[in-house]
């Protein structure tokens, strides 16, 4: 076998299981989006991993008819609500936790790594008591109040450790000129936080957009559901109709992948900030 450049041979074993990986991620998306071009006859008789023989959008009609944007409306507004609350908290909890370094910081910071190590699952039951008790029950808040209260934990983990990183001289010069924390906080700490804060913003609405479990316990009617909830319209007592049912899932997918794309670049720096230490 003849050697690179440097006397490094390729490496053939890796490149197959990259290549075997890439097929692992896109077929499913090839298949999603295919399947969603059929006919609800044709899915049944077609190969599943060929093009369509007769292209339709008679899906994509049939979710924007079923209410998909009063369910896009409702997922829109709890995953707004949701990050918008948790960047405010989790940015102003890790500012003070990094900059107080006092043992009762560390112990709130203790108090939320506890927080992760909770899975959703376990607080189902409290957390359905608590809400019938406030009146929220069947009510987007419902969705919304529980959904803040378990991202805040990862978030100020992230956040946390990007500020450990900005240097404490850029604080203390502030300081001297002047400036009060909260000055520090949103005209220093937040600017050079953006890749962190946006991050924590896709991460959180990631999970919020594609949760199922509380807007499952914790709402009923019908105008109270978010997009994951909407499936439902698209299975019958006897059969689903599986071309609608992935159009839906392509619909409430792009947004988060505009999300992403917008947010790319910022994301990777957060995620990779501090590696090289």
Do not use: H
């Amino acid at each position: 076998m003849l050697k690179k450049k440097g006397g490094r041979r390729p490496n053939v074993l890796g490149g197959l299981l990259g290549w075997l990986w890439l097929l692992v991620a896109v077929v499913p998306i090839y298949y999603i989006i295919v399947t969603s071009l059929r006919s609800q006859a044709d899915y049944y008789i077609e190969n599943p991993l060929a093009l369509p023989s007769n292209p339709t959008l008679r899906a994509y009609i049939t979710v924007f008819e079923n209410n998909f944007w009063m369910y896009f409306a409702n997922s829109v507004l709890v995953t707004g609500a949701t990050v918008a609350v948790v960047l405010v908290i989790a940015f102003m909890a890790s500012y003070v936790i990094v900059r107080s370094r006092t043992r009762f910081s560390d112990r709130i910071f203790a108090m939320f790594l506890l927080g992760i190590a909770i899975p959703i699952q376990a607080t189902i039951v409290p957390v359905y008591y608590l809400i019938v008790q406030m009146g929220l029950y069947d009510s987007l808040w419902a969705i919304i109040l529980p959904s803040i209260a378990f991202a805040i934990p990862i978030s100020v983990l992230i956040l946390t450790n990007f500020l450990r990183d900005v240097p404490r001289e850029l604080f203390e010069s502030m300081k001297v000129d002047g400036a009060t924390d909260w000055q520090m906080l949103w005209r220093l700490a937040a600017p050079l936080c953006k890749p962190a804060l946006v991050t924590v913003g896709i991460y959180d609405a990631l999970n919020v957009w594609n949760g199922f479990l509380f807007p499952l316990i914790l709402t009923q009617s019908a105008n109270k559901r978010v997009l994951p909830l909407s499936l439902w319209n698209f299975q019958g007592s006897f059969s689903s109709d599986t071309p609608a049912i992935l159009a839906a899932v392509v619909l409430s997918a792009l947004p988060l992948i505009v999300a992403y794309t917008l947010g790319r670049r910022q994301m990777v720096a957060g995620l990779t900030a501090g590696v090289g230490k």
